[in-house]
Every structure is written in C-alpha cells, then in structure tokens.
C-alpha cells in the first residue's frame, strides 16, 4: 500500500502538470479536461489521485467540477505586458528533456508578449527527414550520426532564428535543452556577444526538475522522440546530470512538484531583469 507521503507526491506532481499546462496556454479557458480515468491512464497514477490533484486545482480556482464526470478549465488569461521602451531582451531556456522548459517559456511569452523559438518545432520535420534518409530511426537522439553532423546543424539554425529577430529589435524567448551549449563558456560567450551586438541583453535560464515529475511530465506527452528514454528510465538518468547548471551567470527555475507554479517564478525573473537591466 502506498504511503501517504507517496500519494501527496503523485497528487502534487500531477496537479502542478496541469496548473503548467494551463498558465502557459496549452490548456485553454473553458477547455473540457479528459475524464478521471483518461488522466489516469495518462499520468500512470491512481484515479483517487487524480481527484485529490483535482481538489487541489479547484481550490485556486484553475478547474471548475461542472458535474462529476466533466471538469472545465479556468485560466484567469494573463495578457501580454505593455511595451515599457526598455531594450530588447532574449531568455534562453534550457533543460532537460521533461523539465518543462517549454511551459516556462510560454509562460514568459504571455507575460511579455514576446515571441518563442522552440528547438523542436522549428527543426523536427527537417531533422526526422534527414535521420531517416541516412537509414536511421526518424525519432533517433543518442546515435554518434545524430550528435555529431544533426545536432549542431539544430541550434546553428536555432540561433540563427534568435539573431534574426534580434536583427529588427526583437528580444525572443528561445526553449531547447541546451546542455552541451551550456556547459561552453565559449559558445554562451560568442551567442551573448551576438545578441549584445545588435542591442539585445539576454538571461540564461535553467529549469530544474525532480526526476519522479520529469517522468510524469513525459509520460503524459506521449511524444515518440521520449520512447527510448521512457522504455529504459534508469539507463536515462543514469546518462544525464541531474545537478547540471549552466557555466556562466543564469537564473534557475525550479519545476519540482513542491515548488512555487511557475507563472509566479517567471514574474520574479522578469522583475529581476528589470532592475539589473
């Protein structure tokens, strides 16, 4: 049987997911959410679980129960800021897969209004095309063949994009996990220069996670790209370091299921950058 302590965890872990989900525009206002069981079968947790992460979201107001079988969602939409005449500012956001990089950066764009540049949507067809006529899977990340002549061709074209927008005074909010990137002093110093150059600062920003809502977060994607690492969890972590941080100034989110939601965090940053701009 599991203990209390496990149960409030799994309850945490799912309720912040959802309360992501929906402070950063997935799920929208007046969305109906699958059923108890369908979560369930989603998020690998008990259907009384999902009730108790449910009470949770009705308590701040995010989910209304219309009748026991049908939940509507909340979302009090944030509006983009105003436009203040301060200079252009990019955040790069990086993390591991499942961290929630995503959600915190469309967080960010509906705070400020300022558009995303994710990894994955700019370059997965091009790159799920190019794996597959060099006969490899199309959702292959780990092989040598990817990591040496794919990747890079990845975020050279990720940054492109970024000093494009920097180019007509435009700050992005770029998402990718970035961890080779940030552990480059060389190359964090080159894109910084780049943007700075062309009148745009930039924060660093790394979103860290416990493994146990990574986990959760991957599951309830369903994104194919995840399979291998869902099919040998272990072997994963056992790849990564839980405890990276970038080598060069950042600001650290915290995504772990007890933490603060994130749409409170990305307000603390964008005050942070504020004052120190």
Known sequence: ?????????????????????????????????????????????????????????????????????????????????????????????????????SEFGRVLSRLTGAPIIDKDTITRPVVETALEVMGLPPHDRDSEVYLERVRPREYEALIDATLENAEVGVGPIVTAPFVREFGDKAWIERVTTQLRTRGVGVTLVWVDCDVETMHTYLRRRGAARDSIKLGDWDGYLSKINVDFRPKAEHLVINNSASSEPLQAQAMRLLANVVEHA
């Open 1 to 101: 049987m599991a203990s209390h302590d496990d149960i409030d965890g799994k309850k945490a872990r799912v309720a912040r997911t959802i309360r992501n989900d929906i402070e950063a525009g997935v799920l929208r206002d007046g969305e109906a959410l699958p059923s108890t069981r369908a979560l369930a079968e989603q998020m690998d947790v008990s259907v009384f679980t999902i009730n108790e992460a449910m009470k949770l979201l009705s308590a701040e107001g995010l989910i209304e129960n219309q009748s026991r079988s049908r939940r509507v969602v909340r979302s009090g939409v944030v509006r983009p800021a105003a436009r203040t005449g301060r200079p252009p500012h990019a955040f790069l956001v990086g993390g591991y897969a499942g961290s929630g990089k």
